[in-house]
């Protein structure tokens, strides 16, 4: 069982990917944070196993939590969601060291599969 901080703009999202995750036996966080400053003080007090969060949101983008969240030891891996998803995206993202780009909508499945291989499992 890994902890999993959901970082999402949408209560509906963050709700049905709490739900997945929490049915496949995680320890499941939902946050929604304020501003980019916020992040690495999060995880580094909530101490996430992994971070799953929205590409597009207002304040603070998923580009902006890799980059916060790879600052905070030990590093956090670090799973994106987003609803438009090109190559260049991808690209920059890895360089920040994200472990998957996935596309919403998702299933459960799909999801579960790709949270387990972030987590190196």
């Given amino acids: 069982m890994a902890k999993i901080l959901v ?21 499941v966080e939902e946050w929604l944070p304020g501003s980019a400053m916020e992040v690495t003080e999060h995880v580094e007090q909530s101490r996430p196993d992994l971070i799953l969060t929205d590409y597009q949101m207002p304040g603070c983008n998923g580009a ?7 600052r905070s030891e030990p590093k956090v891996p670090v799973v994106i969601l987003t ?5 260049d995206m991808v690209q920059n993202l890895r360089k920040l060291g994200v472990e998957q780009v996935l596309t919403k909508p998702i299933a459960a499945e799909a999801l579960v599969g790709a949270v387990t291989e972030a987590l190196g499992g």
């Avoid at 703009?9 to 496949?24: F, I, N, P, V, W």
């Avoid at 902006?64 to 790879?70: L, Q, S």
């Fill in 7 to 27: 970082i999402d703009d949408s209560r509906m999202m963050r709700l049905y990917l709490g739900r997945c995750l929490t049915q496949a036996g995680h320890d």
């Fill in 83 to 87: 609803a438009f998803k090109d190559e």
């Fill in 64 to 70: 902006t939590v890799a980059r916060m969240a790879g």
